[in-house]
């Protein structure tokens, strides 16, 4: 009896614990911009993602910081994982540096979802001399 | 042999009978403007596709048609330039493989080039190396221009478009001009920072006056990765920037004057940024991907066009009828 009641709090303590480990794991957001920089004339850009609302949408902004405009946008579809990997084409714009901002948009309203947060990673045109 | 002789009498009044029916029809045709169309059919436009998923589902919003248009899938597949975005065209070729059955192409900034897959793009649809042509589709005389190959007066891309066009206009089996080309004389400002992306002024100097005298109804291009649909317009010789509106109605017309013009670079490789509205632009979007429809029917005396996003909601429609 006195083994069972060492047991519980365990028990309880693992019920409360691992789903709230498996939360925070398929919440944090990852996403990889591939490469980081582009060619004035433009590039291919691989935007790989994961941790975002599963079988929704997720949104991006490119944004200009230097006068916070956005250059490029679109949005894609997530996996059951919450993640994408897809290609789009970075060119045509003035040359700066950016940010490039995701978020969860179920609705493709163009806006950040309620209680979801944003994640932003750095872009360049042109690329850095090394 | 009075038989015989019967015969030929008959054979010769069957004849001038069929000969008066046939007049009767092509006077009649003439005065009502029944031109040679057997069925109603639609088409579909659309360019700046890339590579990724939004390109699928744009391929998907074409081909469901099928079920969701009254007149079924789309007969014609018209691409406005820009595909695959990548030194070859294997990737957008595989993409667009469902619909490429009666698929005619013009020739985009990125893919101009042996390094940016142009002899596959001209294998794959039979296009010369100049890759400027013109065919008939029904009532219609599709013009597809090549705006990355010399075009300015006295070229050989110029001197094709004016005598093609000027043949299209007389002929009288031909009810509707709709010419497609890749970059656009008309744009509302967007992020696209390229001289290209602000309409190009020696193109729309030059061709713009012969639209108007050869009666075109229809300019598509792309280019700028958004939707624009002008009200019809008429070139403005003193600034040409600024076109003249023949008309503010903003969907249903009787065969205006001038042409009405659209970009529709919503393919799925992504959106520039739509800064501000001309006054001469109706809709304008950039925040969707999707494709423009036109559906031709009447007896091919209406041209009903919607954008439909490719979520299958319509966000742009506009008729013209003749």
Known sequence: MNRYYILLPVIMSMTIIIPLFTLIA?????????????????????????GFEPNSNVHW??????????????YFTTNSSGGFDERTYVGDIASGHYK??????????????????????????????? | MKTSFLSIHSFIGILSSSSLSILFFLSIASIYNIHA???????????????????????????????????????????????????TANCWLNKV?????????????HENSAKTGFNQYKKSFGLTSNAYYSF??????????????????????????KDDLSKADNNDNINWIIVVMHEPFYTSPTSCKIKSCQGIGNLRDTY??????????LVLGAHLHDYQRSFPLEYNSASSSKPIMTSK???????????????????????????????????????????????????????????IQNNGKVFDAFSITK
């Not at chain 1, 609705?107 to 042109?126: A, C, H, Y």
């Not at chain 2, 713009?208 to 109804?217: A, G, N, R, S």
């Open chain 2, 249 to 307: 109605i903003p969907s249903k017309y009787n065969d205006p004057k001038g042409e009405i013009y659209v970009i529709v670079g919503t393919g799925g490789i992504n959106f520039h940024k739509i800064i501000g509205k001309n006054s001469y632009i109706v809709k304008q979007q950039g925040s969707f991907f999707g494709h423009l429809n036109i559906d031709i029917t009447n007896k091919g005396q209406v041209l009903t066009a919607k954008f």
């Open chain 2, 136 to 161: 008939d589709f029904q009532n219609v005389h599709f013009i597809i221009m090549n705006t990355q190959t010399p075009y300015t007066a006295g070229s050989s891309q110029y001197n094709f478009i």
């Open chain 1, 26 to 50: 398929y919440s944090q957001k990852n996403v990889t911009i591939s490469p980081n920089c582009s060619t004035e004339e433009g590039s291919e850009v691989t935007l790989e993602t994961d």
């Open chain 2, 208 to 217: 713009h006056p012969l639209f108007d005298t050869y009666k075109v109804d």
């Open chain 2, 97 to 109: 493989a469902s619909i490429d059955d009666n698929m005619k192409i013009t020739i985009g900034n």
């Open chain 1, 100 to 130: 490039i901002k995701f978020f969860d948009d179920a609705d493709t309203n163009d806006q950040l979802d309620i209680n979801k947060t944003e994640i932003s990673r750095d872009f360049s045109i042109p690329c850095k001399k090394q």
């Open chain 2, 37 to 87: 169309v057997t069925y109603d059919f639609n088409f579909a436009a659309v360019g700046d596709w890339g590579c990724n998923s939004n390109t699928d589902a744009t391929v998907k919003g074409i081909a469901n048609t099928k079920t969701t248009n009254k007149l079924g899938a789309a007969e014609l597949v018209l691409g406005l330039g820009d595909y695959s975005y990548q030194p």
């Open chain 1, 61 to 74: 902004d490119m944004v200009n910081t230097l006068n916070n405009t956005i250059a490029l946008s679109g």
